[in-house]
């Protein structure tokens, strides 16, 4: 049975280090920064990712925050690699779909 992570100020370091560790190893700093932000400051996360969280229906400081930045920022930035934008890849190129396949364990797929 898993634990339940729960971040508030000053008791929560040991139990946030495994998620920024898996934030920063999955998406680089810019993410780490991110999941940081939502653990430490909800109120500032929800603000400056207003839209990514309207999207999912959030709108208040959860305790599952922290994990929720790390899921959006995921999604956003894999949005963001395989996207139509004129000389680039776009999400059904075969480039794309081979670096899909390789990331999540599949077969690419014809289309």
Partial sequence: MMGRLVFEKG?????????????KRLGGTSLEGEVRLAADDAL??????RKRMD????????????WLALVQG?????SATCSPR???QTARS?????RR???WGASPTRT
């Fill in 11 to 23: 008791r929560s370091s040991g139990k946030r280090a495994p998620l920024l560790a898996l934030a």
């Fill in 86 to 88: 004129p000389g680039r």
């Fill in 44 to 49: 500032a996360y929800l603000k400056k990712f």
């Fill in 94 to 98: 075969p480039a794309c779909r081979r």
């Fill in 101 to 103: 396949a390789r990331d």
């Fill in 55 to 66: 999207d999912i229906g959030v709108d208040a400081p959860q305790r599952n925050l922290a």
């Fill in 74 to 78: 995921l999604t956003a930035r894999r």
